[in-house]
């Protein structure tokens, strides 16, 4: 059974930083893309960073330079690190998973979902 589990969010102020983890079981996760999606109250859920391959990432536009994606083999661990937060990214932060690198951007194609771990940011 795949189970993708997230983890460190909380409450911070803006400006600050919080690094998420998704811990995965029952697959590898080297050999999928994996992905961090967002959903805010009263919005669809958007992409905000993957990374496949050994060292393939991608960014949505407003999280280029504030995030990083990265990933542990090792601990098949997937993070995401985010820095000068803002009020507007408080959502709901997800771990996917994509067992074909093609459209990581793309929700439609992530089979396995985590549960969420919220994140606010104050202003």
């Known amino acids: 059974q795949v189970q993708l589990v997230e983890s460190g969010g909380g409450l911070v102020q803006a400006g600050g930083s919080l690094r998420l983890s998704c811990a995965a079981s029952?697959?590898?996760?080297?050999?999928?893309?994996m992905g961090w999606f967002r959903q805010a109250p009263g919005k669809l859920r958007e992409f905000v960073a993957a990374?496949?391959?050994?060292?393939?990432?991608t960014y949505a536009d407003s999280m280029k330079g504030r995030f990083t994606i990265s990933r542990d083999n090792a601990k098949n661990t997937v993070y995401l690190e985010m820095n000068s937060l803002k009020p507007e990214d408080t959502a709901v932060y997800y771990c996917?998973?994509?067992?074909?690198?093609?459209?990581?951007?793309?929700?439609?194609?992530?089979?396995?979902w985590g549960q969420g771990t919220q994140v606010t940011v104050s202003s």
């Open positions: 996917a998973a994509n067992p074909n690198p093609i459209s990581v951007m793309s929700r439609t194609y992530y089979r396995y």
């Open positions: 029952g697959l590898t996760i080297s050999t999928y893309a």
């Open positions: 990374s496949w391959s050994s060292s393939s990432t």
